[in-house]
C-alpha cells in the first residue's frame, strides 16, 4: 500500500496517544490512525536491528508509516473478526506485554548501572575470569580402530618412534598426512572425554588411550597457553555489558527471594500426561 507524502505534512491533528497524527483511516468507522510516537519507535526498534542512520529523511521515513499503518489496519481487521477474543490469542497478547515491560525494565536497569572508569575497573578485576582467554593446547593425535592398536601404538613410541610418525602410519582420520596434527584449540571445543585427557596432560607428554565415537586416541601436548587477560581497554565494552547483567541478576534474584515462589510439581506432572 503506498501512502503519498502528504500525509507527513498534512496539519497537525493531536491524538490522544502518541502526539501528532501522521495518517488515519477508517474501518465500519473505526478511526486507525498513525502518530509520531508510533512511527519513532518504529524508527528506534529498526535503527536497533541495523542500521543506525537510515530513516533520516521524508522519504526513507514514508515506508516505516506506511508498514506502521498497515499493521494497524490488520490488527483492526483481526479485532473486527473477534479474533482478539480468542483464548490463545489473549495469553499471547499478555506474554507481548509482559516482555515488552520485562524488556523496558531491563533498559532502564543496564542505564542506571556506574559505568565510570573507577567503577568498570573494580568489576574488571573482581570478575577477571569472565574475560581470560581459555585455556588452549597444541595437539596431536593418534586414532585407531581398537584399543588394542591404540595400546600397540604407544609401544612403538615408547620404543622410540616419533609420535608424528607413528601417526602418519597408523592414524584412521585425514590428519594421518600431517602427522595427526590437530593444531590449537581451546578448552571445551572437543567431546568431552577427549578434551579432559588433553587438558589434565602436561607440555610434551603422550596421554591416553581415550575413546570416543572416533575411535581410541593417544594424545601428544606439544605446547601449552593458559590463557591470558586482555588489557581492560581492550573489553571495556564487554565488561560494561556483563556490569548491566550482573545488576539485572541481582534484581532478579532479589525478586524471587521476596516473592518466596513456590512450584506445584504435581501440576507439572499433569501437564505431562
Not at 501522521?22 to 474501518?27: F, T, V
Not at 622410540?160 to 590437530?182: C, I, M, P, Q
Request: aromatic residues 4%; glycine residues 6%; contains cysteine.
Amino acid at each position: 500500500m503506498a501512502i503519498c507524502a502528504a500525509v507527513l505534512t498534512t496539519p497537525i491533528v493531536l491524538s490522544a496517544q502518541g502526539g501528532p497524527v501522521l495518517a488515519r483511516a477508517a474501518l465500519d468507522g473505526r478511526p486507525v490512525s498513525v502518530t509520531t510516537e508510533d512511527v519513532k519507535l518504529e524508527v528506534l526498534l529498526l535503527r536497533r536491528a541495523g542500521n543506525a542512520a537510515a530513516y533520516a529523511s521524508v522519504d526513507s521515513l514514508e515506508p516505516v508509516l506506511s508498514r506502521v499503518l498497515t499493521r494497524k489496519l490488520l490488527a483492526a481487521e483481526a479485532a473486527r473478526q473477534h479474533i482478539d477474543r480468542d483464548p490463545m490469542v489473549t495469553t499471547y497478547m499478555v506474554r507481548s506485554s509482559d516482555a515488552a515491560l520485562v524488556d523496558s525494565l531491563t533498559g532502564r536497569v543496564g542505564a542506571a548501572v556506574d559505568t565510570s572508569e573507577a567503577a568498570v575497573k573494580t568489576f574488571f578485576e573482581a570478575h577477571a575470569d569472565q574475560f581470560r582467554s581459555a585455556p588452549r593446547r597444541k595437539v596431536r593425535h593418534i586414532v585407531v580402530p581398537t584399543e588394542a592398536d591404540a595400546k600397540a601404538a604407544r609401544e612403538a613410541i615408547a620404543g622410540g618412534a616419533t609420535f608424528e610418525t607413528v601417526a602418519r602410519a597408523r592414524n584412521t582420520d585425514k590428519t594421518r598426512e600431517s602427522g595427526g596434527d590437530l593444531g590449537w584449540f581451546a578448552q571445551g571445543s572437543m567431546v568431552k572425554a577427549f578434551d579432559d585427557v588433553v587438558f589434565a596432560a602436561e607440555k610434551g607428554a603422550v596421554a591416553g588411550p581415550v575413546q570416543t565415537a572416533m575411535g581410541w586416541h593417544l594424545v601428544l601436548v606439544e605446547d601449552v597457553d593458559a590463557g591470558s587477560l586482555p588489557p581492560l581497554p581492550l573489553v571495556r565494552d564487554k565488561v560494561i555489558e556483563a556490569m548491566r547483567q550482573d545488576a539485572m541478576a541481582q534484581l532478579t534474584k532479589r525478586l524471587v527471594d521476596e516473592a518466596k515462589p513456590v512450584i506445584d510439581r504435581a501440576a507439572l506432572e499433569e501437564l505431562l500426561k
